[in-house]
């Protein structure tokens, strides 16, 4: 419902620019609807909806993107185990434009300058198919933990996240093929998920995002190489961060250096950006800019400007050209991790013939893609790729990320699930196997990949209980995860491990 400590009429200053200001009220005063995009790398779109319509779900494919869908308002996909298995990501049917108007391409090199939460930096991920390298900028580094979770949840190993200050990022020999630049604004798009905002926004914020939004803009002119294509892009509806930042952008660096593309918008509905605004006349190339409103598809507001650079901008300058590489000298022990934890599993070879592995952090190994560059020191790189291999203890220990990667392909420890068993997995709770289902495992104690219809849901460890003497199996799901898991999510009654030992 409409914040009732805003005015009467929400964001009354943009009366006059709405074709249809009844309906746009209307549309801010109902729920938002639940959209999800399938993650190709683990499902297919098919699969996907069936498994979510047999447990009850009313998809409606989104027209206009493959492989999403729409659902009612208050469906909880996210507390499934689809959701937890990486199958499926959520994200607001209109946020899905940007990345669509950017058209990234296997191979490429992309920059997605403000990054978190990570939902556009998983569809460029996926876009890309896992080739190339996509570069994950997030100034707070407070928030790069959830951007981390969505990569690693999906199993994108081909995007480096960095901690840097995008308007500052030193240095311009980083040449990108394509720069994403979601900036921070005032989030006027925003009050369908979140009712508790303001309906009207104080100009002074807007004029302070407005000078944030160009400076980006300003360094992703320098970042961006020659022919390549960059994507401005808020969800709000202030003229003076959308279009008058577009316009600084153009004034600042001319048509023979950045130039605004006609490029085909795939969303049904929508306006053109404003050719006026309090008087002030704007360009007409203006128009090829893009606005969503939110009664046009009954989604959240939207504003996207593509960019193609065409020519060099005068404050470019050549600088070092060093990579950075987090212990390069340690790769080759690292590709050992990494081979020896596919070869426990039984993983076919070829899983390799496009991974490549290195050390970091918390004696980690990361897997990345062979295309994957990393990024300039200036960007302050976290992370590269996924944390795939735990180098302490007694035994191999897979991350939670990489038993998603490998279970769909082991053959050979790896333990099926029913439906039951898999609801206790995802409560962090023991499981009892059922005979048999260790047939394929090695004897006595250690960890083992857990599968559910063909898909990872997670790593488990065997354990030989000390008071019976009869074998259980651990669960390792993340314990973050385990308290956001609906009780009967599967659609399964609880069961309880056995109190006794066994016959």
């Given at each position: ?286 128009t090829k800019t893009v606005r969503v409103w939110p009664h046009q598809n009954d989604t959240g507001g939207f504003f996207v400007a593509v960019f193609e650079k065409v020519g060099e901008v005068a404050d470019y300058e050549e600088c070092r050209k060093a990579l ?14 990494g081979v020896e934890a596919v070869e426990r599993f039984g993983v076919p070879p070829n899983f390799l013939g496009n991974a490549s592995f290195m050390h970091g952090r918390s004696k980690q190994i990361y897997m990345t893609t062979c295309s994957h560059s990393p ?129």
């Amino acid at each position: 419902m409409i914040n009732e400590l805003s005015t009467m009429e929400p964001f009354p200053r943009y009366k006059h620019i709405i074709d249809d200001y009844a309906r746009f009220c209307e549309a801010l005063d109902s729920p938002l609807p639940l959209a999800i995009w399938t993650n190709p790398q683990r499902i297919s779109p098919r699969r996907l909806a069936a498994l979510l319509r047999g447990a009850g779900f009313d998809l409606k494919a989104v027209p206009w993107y493959p492989g999403a869908y729409r659902l009612p308002v208050g469906s909880r996909v996210g507390k499934r185990w689809e959701y937890f298995a990486g199958l499926c990501h959520i994200q607001e049917e209109a946020a899905l434009l940007p990345v669509k108007m950017l058209d990234p391409r296997p191979g490429e090199y992309v920059l997605d300058m403000c990054a978190s939460p990570g939902n556009k930096t998983a569809q460029i991920a996926s876009a890309m198919k896992g080739n190339g390298t996509v570069v994950a900028n997030e100034l707070n580094s407070r928030r790069l933990p959830q951007l981390r979770q969505n990569c690693e949840r999906l199993g994108y190993s081909n995007v480096a996240l960095c901690n840097a200050n995008g308007t500052n990022i030193p240095g311009h020999s980083t040449r990108f093929d394509r720069i994403l630049v979601d900036a921070p604004c005032s989030c006027e798009g925003t009050t369908r998920k979140a009712p508790n905002l303001p309906l009207a926004t104080d100009h002074r914020f807007t004029w302070r995002q407005h000078k944030l939004q160009c400076a980006l803009m300003f360094k992703a002119a320098q970042l961006c190489k020659v022919g390549g294509r960059i994507v401005y892009a808020t969800c709000t509806y202030a003229p003076e961060e959308n279009e008058m930042v577009v316009e600084s952008v153009l004034n600042r660096y001319g048509s023979d250096c950045l130039r605004l593309v006609d490029v085909e918008v795939p969303i049904p509905r929508y306006s053109s950006g404003l050719s006026e605004w309090d008087g002030h006349g704007f360009c007409e190339e203006m128009t090829k800019t893009v606005r969503v409103w939110p009664h046009q598809n009954d989604t959240g507001g939207f504003f996207v400007a593509v960019f193609e650079k065409v020519g060099e901008v005068a404050d470019y300058e050549e600088c070092r050209k060093a990579l950075s590489n987090p212990d390069i000298d340690g790769a080759e022990d690292a590709q050992r991790y990494g081979v020896e934890a596919v070869e426990r599993f039984g993983v076919p070879p070829n899983f390799l013939g496009n991974a490549s592995f290195m050390h970091g952090r918390s004696k980690q190994i990361y897997m990345t893609t062979c295309s994957h560059s990393p990024p300039e020191e200036a960007f302050s790189v976290k992370e590269l790729g996924v944390r795939f291999v735990h180098k302490e203890g007694k035994h191999l220990r897979l991350t939670h990320p990489g038993a998603l990667m490998l279970a769909p392909f082991a053959t050979r420890n790896v333990v099926t699930l029913n439906a039951e068993e898999l609801q206790l997995f995802l409560e962090r709770r023991s499981l009892y196997p059922r005979f048999n289902a260790l047939a394929n495992c090695a004897a006595g104690t250690g960890y083992v990949l857990m599968r559910h219809q063909g898909v990872g849901v997670g790593l488990g460890s065997v354990r030989v209980d000390p008071e019976f003497g009869f074998t259980r199996i651990r669960s390792n799901f993340p314990k973050a995860w385990a308290y956001r898991v609906s009780p009967g999510s599967t659609g399964s009654r609880r069961v309880s491990p056995p109190r006794s030992k066994p016959d």
